[in-house]
């Protein structure tokens, strides 16, 4: 499978969008993302045209625009996002064809086609929700062992004479 920067970037800034439906209502300037994630805005802009298209987010335009997700985070799956994008999830060499050696399938064209069955599983079952539910349960566990970790007392030493 080849993702590349595009399904990387919309599912993380879609992820963004759906953490700061969370806080507001609101449209999220994608200026906004684009800094906070570290994206060009140019870039981003493109991305967001197609995810438009596909129906996975709104905009607003005028002053106190931006883009709101079309459904709930819970029903928006990675695998919608990333197609959206027009990613090619493809693995094996002749695109799903089965015809890598010149009209015949190769030895292992059968393994690629069974990777991309479940690459397409797992991010069918990953919803934008999850990925924030897991996100926060790891600033949680990370918070709580940064806390539980003990700074010895400072023993004073007691110089013989």
Not at 66 to 76: F, M, V
């Amino acid at each position: 499978m080849k993702l590349t920067t595009k399904g990387r970037f919309a599912v993380t800034a879609m992820v963004d969008i759906a953490m700061r439906a969370r806080e507001s209502d609101a449209p999220v300037p994608i200026a906004q993302v684009a800094e906070r994630q570290k994206i060009s805005l140019a870039y981003l802009e493109q991305i967001f045209c197609r995810l438009r298209r596909a129906g996975l987010v709104e905009s607003t335009r005028g002053p106190a625009g931006g883009y709101k997700l079309s459904e709930p985070a819970s029903q928006i799956t990675i695998d919608r996002i990333v197609l959206a994008v027009d990613e090619n999830m493809d693995t094996t060499q002749c695109r799903g064809e089965g015809t890598c050696l010149g009209g015949a399938a190769c030895l292992t064209h059968h393994l690629w086609e069974e990777l991309n069955s479940v690459i397409e599983s797992f991010l069918a079952s990953r919803s934008l929700e999850c990925l924030i539910e897991e996100h926060e349960a790891r600033e949680a566990a990370e918070a709580d062992s940064s806390a539980s970790v003990s700074i010895p007392a400072v023993i004073p030493v007691r110089k013989s004479a």
